[in-house]
């Protein structure tokens, strides 16, 4: 079969890249071609566009690219009609894969969605047009299925979560290995810093997460830089603080971290995943703020909290996202006691996220739904 793969940011790179490894065992005259990044191509199949092109945050940078968006839409649809696809697979990216659904739909195009955007945290809305535009669902978090089933009244499929794939799919880092490659004290636990991937978020997280370097001198503290921003923009934040910055190897960093301060998203769940031990770390500005607490009615940020449906792990926003804070959290994260806590829990959030096997369940569900 043909299958026509949208990825549009890193981290739906890496969840479609190990689904299409699933898809290729499960048909192996699979023809792929995809918008997506260097993880899919090392599969296999054909680039159409890399997701480095496609990523504009914010309202004035979505604004300013106007014209490369529209470009994009029509780009994608033409060769959509061009390749003949059986099935249009979408990965998360709701902004963009929401409007080619639409209209692959109406060309009677297959539409399966995979990773479904999180519109059961804002823009609940979005399910008229999900039931309209998309013929298959595969949901990650145990709670959605409920959600779309019992609420809306939309059959899905709960396929487990795909990172619990990529983590077992790699080899693990050690401690001495990482110091020894970094120039670390191999004497010193490293307190890993993940203040998100976005210009903005990082802008914001990570001056205030350095703020406490100062009050854990036995510790090294390691900065993980997201693949798509430069090395010069975190120094510019950095400075002279003595802190390590690391790019593109997250998960190597997770592998040897003693603690972390982690800005809210998925990394939440990665670290936990990893059985860090982690404060969650958010502040927007204030009108940002003001309007997300209006819009959003969830009660925590993280999505340990938001699987677990229990506070877990620490959430400091906003106004309570301040160095004598992040102080006091990340001591606690230090004790032993609290320690061997979160790790029983962390060890009951990988029971309820269904164990490994989400790109083998939802390869096989796209070969026969196709």
């Known amino acids: 079969m043909k299958y026509y793969i949208i990825a549009g940011e890193a981290s739906g790179d890496l969840h479609a890249s190990n689904l299409m490894k699933a898809l290729y065992e499960e048909d ?3 023809d792929i071609r995809f918008w997506g990044g260097d993880l899919m191509q090392s599969v296999g199949g054909t680039l159409a566009k890399h997701y480095r092109e496609l990523a504009f945050m914010g309202f004035a940078e979505v604004v300013l690219n106007l014209k490369t968006i529209f470009n994009n839409i029509a780009f994608c649809k033409q060769d959509i009609l061009q390749f003949q696809p059986d099935v249009l697979v979408f990965i998360d990216y709701p902004g963009f894969n929401m409007r080619i659904a639409k209209w692959a739909k109406q060309k009677g195009i297959a539409t399966h969605y995979y990773i479904s955007p999180q519109i059961w945290a804002w823009k609940e809305n979005r399910i008229k047009a999900i039931k309209r535009d998309f ?3 595969y949901v990650i978090l145990p709670f959605e299925k409920d959600f779309y089933e019992k609420k809306h009244g939309f059959p899905v499929e709960f396929v487990g979560h795909p990172l619990i794939d990529a983590l077992s799919n790699r080899k693990k880092a050690t401690h001495a290995e990482f110091c020894a490659e970094f120039n670390l004290d191999p004497n010193r636990p490293i307190i890993a810093i993940l203040p998100g991937s976005r210009k903005q978020e990082i802008t914001k997280m990570l001056d205030v997460m350095l703020s406490v370097l100062n009050d854990f001198p036995d510790y090294s503290f390691v900065v993980a830089g997201a693949p798509s921003q430069d090395e010069s923009f975190y120094h510019h934040i950095i400075g002279s603080k003595k ?27 990665e670290t936990a995943l990893f059985k860090v031990p982690e404060v969650v770390c958010y502040k927007g500005s204030w009108v940002s703020y003001q309007i997300a607490k209006r819009i959003i009615t969830l009660k925590y940020i993280s999505l340990v909290n938001l699987i677990m449906d229990e506070e877990v792990v620490t959430e400091l926003i906003q106004d309570d996202c301040n160095p004598k804070r992040i102080k006091e959290e990340l001591n606690r994260l230090l004790e032993p006691g609290h320690r061997s806590k979160l790790a029983e829990k962390y060890t009951e959030l990988e029971q309820k996220l269904g164990g490994a096997g989400a790109s083998k369940k939802t390869a096989q569900l796209i070969v026969k739904n196709s």
């Open 28 to 30: 192996p005259k699979a």
């Open 135 to 137: 013929d298959k669902l």
């Open 243 to 269: 802190v390590t910055l690391v790019q593109n190897i997250t998960y190597k960093l997770l592998d040897v971290a003693h603690a972390a301060l982690v800005t809210s998203g998925t990394a939440t769940l």
